[in-house]
């Protein structure tokens, strides 16, 4: 959306459900990015998420931009691990690694650039997000690399929102925006995992 997110989400939503030929009273839940990304825009999409679940008495269901993108780049790529990586300035990476079974492993969070380098000469997983090529090019080596933006398909996160309210994962619990990058925010050292955890087990 841009500036203005709070100004052009309602108009932006409204034409959504017209499109999707239904309105309101159709909508069973409600999926939103809960980030890492702009803190205004997950504010306001966060907020207002939970508003309309509140006011339509469903559920508002939390995915990570790091979970969709890896999610997503597991359609091209299926039965790998992911290493999904979002470039935050400041010399600094977002990142979460999913294994094979799409089980979180690292993550979500803020790393540099060698040590992202050094999780993926050490794993060998598909590459994700903004900072995808960037890795690849500091280790010099080919990977195979999914979606290289900043955020996964919308489809994407409607379908991780669907299969948690299947599942009945965390139920009752309200997404929160999450923010990754505070005043004391630092790399997280020690991250690097044996390729049997991150793996499956041969």
């Given at each position: 959306l841009g500036k203005g997110h709070a100004e052009h989400l309602m108009a932006v939503i409204d034409e959504a459900l017209k499109t999707g030929g239904t309105d309101?009273?159709?909508?069973?839940?409600?999926?939103?990015?809960?980030?890492?990304?702009?803190?205004?825009g997950l504010r306001v999409g966060v907020s207002?998420?939970?508003?309309l679940a509140l006011a339509l008495n469903i559920r508002a269901i939390g995915v990570t931009t790091l979970e969709a993108l890896a999610a997503q780049a597991k359609e091209t790529f299926p039965g790998r691990a992911v290493l999904a990586a979002l470039?935050?300035?400041?010399?600094?990476?977002?990142?979460?690694?999913?294994?094979?079974?799409?089980?979180?492993?690292?993550?979500?969070?803020?790393?540099?650039?060698?040590?992202a380098?050094?999780?993926?000469?050490?794993?060998?997983p598909v590459?994700?997000?903004?900072?995808?090529?960037q890795i690849a090019a500091s280790a010099g080596r080919a990977f195979d690399i999914g979606p290289t933006s900043a955020t996964a398909d919308i489809a994407v996160y409607a379908r991780l929102a669907a299969a948690q309210a299947a599942?009945?994962?965390?139920?009752?619990?309200?997404?929160k925006p999450l923010y990754l990058r505070g005043a004391d925010a630092k790399p997280q050292a020690?991250?690097?995992?044996?390729?049997?955890?991150?793996?499956?087990?041969?």
């Amino acid at each position: 959306l841009g500036k203005g997110h709070a100004e052009h989400l309602m108009a932006v939503i409204d034409e959504a459900l017209k499109t999707g030929g239904t309105d309101y009273a159709g909508v069973g839940a409600i999926a939103v990015s809960t980030g890492p990304g702009s803190f205004t825009g997950l504010r306001v999409g966060v907020s207002a998420a939970r508003g309309l679940a509140l006011a339509l008495n469903i559920r508002a269901i939390g995915v990570t931009t790091l979970e969709a993108l890896a999610a997503q780049a597991k359609e091209t790529f299926p039965g790998r691990a992911v290493l999904a990586a979002l470039d935050a300035g400041r010399d600094e990476i977002h990142a979460a690694l999913y294994d094979e079974e799409s089980v979180l492993r690292y993550g979500p969070a803020v790393t540099t650039l060698s040590q992202a380098v050094a999780m993926a000469v050490d794993l060998s997983p598909v590459l994700a997000g903004t900072a995808a090529t960037q890795i690849a090019a500091s280790a010099g080596r080919a990977f195979d690399i999914g979606p290289t933006s900043a955020t996964a398909d919308i489809a994407v996160y409607a379908r991780l929102a669907a299969a948690q309210a299947a599942g009945k994962k965390a139920e009752g619990e309200k997404p929160k925006p999450l923010y990754l990058r505070g005043a004391d925010a630092k790399p997280q050292a020690g991250f690097i995992l044996s390729r049997k955890k991150a793996g499956k087990n041969t």
